[in-house]
C-alpha cells in the first residue's frame, strides 16, 4: 500500500493498531474530504473506476443521497431488477427490513458524503452496518436502486459473515436490533413488531449460553407485543428451524 501511495497522490495510507473494521472506516471517514463516499472492504473488488465517475456525476444533478448497485456472492448477482428512485421513507424502510431488495450493506453503495457529518460507525461489535443504517436512512431524502455496476463481494474463512454464532455474534444482532427499533420512525408499528420478533429469535439461540442478566433485562423490555406473538406464533418456530438447518433466519440482506 505504501508503494501505491507514491504512485498516486489519491491514495493515502495510514498505519494503525488493528481496531476492527468499523475502527479503519471511521479514520477514513475522519479525513475524508472529497462530496462523496464509497467503502470497499480489501478483498473484494468494484466495477469500472469510470463507471463510479458516471454514478457520482448521476447523484450531483438529481441530489440523491445514496445509490445502491448490485453486488455478486457466490457467483449470484444481486439487486439488479430495475433502476428506480426512492423518495417515501416508508417504502425505504420497507424494501429494507423486509429483506426485498435495499441492503444495510455500506459497501455497496455510493454515498453523499454530508450523510456521515454527525455520524461514526458503532465499534466494538459486528453487525455495524446494520448498526449506522437505520441512522443513515433517517436523513436520506433520496435514493437511488440501479441495475448496473457490481461489487464483487469475496467470501473467505474467518470473516465476519462466518463467524459461529458465538454470544459476541448474537449480542451484536440484537444490539443493533434494538438500536433500529429505537430510531426508526414511530408510526411503522408493524416493521418494528417484525424487527422485534427477529430480535427475539435471536434471543433464543443466545439463551443455552447464559447470558448475562443486564442482556435479559434489556431484550425482555423490547419484546414484541402479545397479540403480535399470538398472531405469529407459528411463525416463530418455522424461522428457529431455518436457523437450526442452517439455511439463515431472514432473507440473505439481513
Request: net charge positive; proline share 4%.
Amino acid at each position: 500500500c505504501d508503494t501505491l501511495a507514491t504512485l498516486d497522490v489519491r491514495i493515502i495510507v495510514v498505519h494503525k493498531l488493528n481496531g476492527g473494521q468499523a475502527s479503519a472506516r471511521n479514520i477514513g471517514l475522519d479525513m475524508a474530504k472529497g462530496d462523496y463516499i464509497s467503502f470497499i472492504d480489501s478483498d473484494d473488488e468494484i466495477g469500472p473506476v469510470i463507471l463510479y465517475e458516471k454514478l457520482i456525476e448521476s447523484m450531483r444533478i438529481s441530489a440523491v443521497d445514496f445509490i445502491q448497485f448490485p453486488f455478486i456472492k457466490d457467483g449470484i448477482k444481486y439487486n439488479d431488477s430495475g433502476v428506480v428512485d426512492i423518495t417515501n421513507h416508508d417504502e425505504m424502510y420497507g424494501l429494507w427490513l423486509q429483506g426485498k431488495r435495499i441492503t444495510n450493506y455500506l459497501c455497496d453503495k455510493i454515498w453523499r458524503a454530508e450523510l456521515f457529518k454527525d455520524v461514526r460507525i458503532k465499534e466494538g461489535m459486528i453487525f455495524e452496518d446494520r448498526y449506522i443504517f437505520v441512522d443513515l436512512l433517517n436523513i436520506c431524502s433520496r435514493i437511488r436502486l440501479i441495475d448496473f455496476g457490481e461489487y464483487l463481494y469475496r467470501i473467505r474463512p474467518g470473516q465476519t459473515t462466518q463467524r459461529k454464532h458465538d454470544e459476541f455474534y448474537l449480542k451484536s444482532m440484537i444490539m443493533a436490533d434494538i438500536h433500529i427499533i429505537d430510531r426508526m420512525p414511530d408510526h411503522l408499528s408493524g416493521l418494528r413488531n417484525f424487527v422485534r420478533k427477529r430480535m427475539f429469535c435471536t434471543f433464543i439461540e443466545l439463551m443455552p449460553m447464559k447470558p448475562e442478566k443486564k442482556i435479559i433485562r434489556i431484550v425482555w423490555k423490547y419484546l414484541p407485543p402479545l397479540n403480535y406473538v399470538l398472531r405469529h406464533v407459528l411463525e416463530i418456530p418455522r424461522m428457529l428451524l431455518f436457523k437450526v438447518l442452517g439455511s439463515g433466519l431472514y432473507p440473505k440482506f439481513f
